[in-house]
């Protein structure tokens, strides 16, 4: 085996599927999925329990067969050239797998050993590796004896002992306390910042969205919504919804609020309304000012924050086109 990286046969694409596809038995984990990734992206992979990160991902690191379709890692296809996709990817599997009964430095040996580098030259590396994982006193620590956190952080070390220009991250923020989160997070911030292109999954989009600069939502493997994450805060930020109960006049204030530009659905229970606005906080006040003015007495009128995760539960229930 070798240790020298193929040459990247498109270098500003990490991520090429058309139309991938996985099927297991009747199920359809995967369904036509189409997305790119470019060199140097931080992209976040979303999507409830199930909803096929993990095939999508495993598909990506050729541990998988596409059912159809096809994935393209810097050109190289995943099925004709999994040599190649190997040796330029690090796919951090969502659990952590065997060699238990091995200290940190052994663990990350065996795993360079295995990617044919040399002793010296392994050396040097597993030290790099643990430097930047922070686990460099940890080297003649048992795995077992390793926090959650810890542990978390040296899978993320081993998938680095081959410096793979991709990196397929399956949850590997999950399980973790904030603190170790914020660790986690800020050695991926490193890790971008050594060009390192990172696709990295989780069903919590607020626990990504701060450090990804793209995402790519998946629901019933199909994706949802793809594109920067300036689109998807544009998207789905500026809704809130806002209970209203009116002294009198409600049909009046039905009038009203279906008039409102802004008011994108009404449900109405006699003389109470709950109102979908596309406003923010701040600018929900100008809805009561507005029935104020036409004459309707409010007995009250309570916005409800929109939450990042309430617009992202919208979009997988399919509410957000
Ligand atoms: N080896 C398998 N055999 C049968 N069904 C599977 C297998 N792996 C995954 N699935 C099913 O495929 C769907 C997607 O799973 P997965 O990719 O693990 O989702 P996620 O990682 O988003 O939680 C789920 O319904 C899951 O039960
Ligand atoms: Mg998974």
Not at 211 to 230: D, P, R, S, W, Y
Not at 260 to 275: G, I
Request: net charge negative; charged share 25%.
């Amino acid at each position: 085996m070798t240790s020298s990286k193929p040459r990247l046969m498109d270098p500003e694409t990490a991520v090429k599927t058309n139309s991938l596809s996985r099927k297991f038995g009747d199920l359809h984990a995967v369904k036509s999925l189409d997305i790119t990734i470019e060199r140097g992206d931080i992209c976040g992979f979303i999507g409830p329990n199930g909803a096929g990160k993990t095939t999508t991902l495993k598909m990506l690191s050729t541990l998988l067969k596409p059912s159809s379709g096809s994935a393209k890692v810097f050109g190289y296809n995943v099925e004709a050239n999994p040599a190649e996709v190997r040796r330029l990817v690090g796919y951090m599997p969502d659990q952590f797998g065997l060699y238990r009964d091995m200290v940190a430095g052994e663990y990350l040996d065996f795993f360079a050993a295995a990617y044919g580098l040399a002793s010296a030259e392994r050396r040097t590396i597993i030290g790099d590796v643990l430097e930047l994982t922070d686990l460099k006193d940890k080297k003649e620590v048992p795995i077992t004896a390793l926090s959650r956190g810890m542990q978390q952080r040296l899978s993320l070390a081993r998938v680095l002992v081959h410096d793979p220009e991709l990196l397929l991250l399956d949850e590997p923020a999950s399980g973790l306390d904030p603190r170790a989160r914020i660790e986690i997070r800020a050695l991926l911030t490193e890790l971008s910042n050594m060009e390192k292109t990172i696709f990295i999954s989780s069903h919590i989009l607020t626990e990504l969205a701060q450090m990804c600069n793209k995402v790519v939502i998946i629901e019933q493997g199909e994706v949802l919504f793809a594109g920067t994450v300036e689109a998807l805060y544009e998207k789905l930020a500026p809704q809130i919804v806002v209970q209203i109960q009116v002294k009198e006049n409600a049909d009046r204030a039905e009038e009203v609020l279906k008039q409102t530009a802004q008011v994108e659905s009404t449900e109405r229970d006699e003389d109470s309304f709950t109102v979908t606005l596309v406003a923010d906080e701040e600018d929900a006040a100008f809805l009561a000012t507005r029935l104020i003015e036409a004459g309707i007495p409010l007995l009250s009128f309570t916005p409800e924050k929109a939450h990042l995760e309430d617009a992202f539960m919208r979009i997988t229930e399919g509410k957000v086109s």
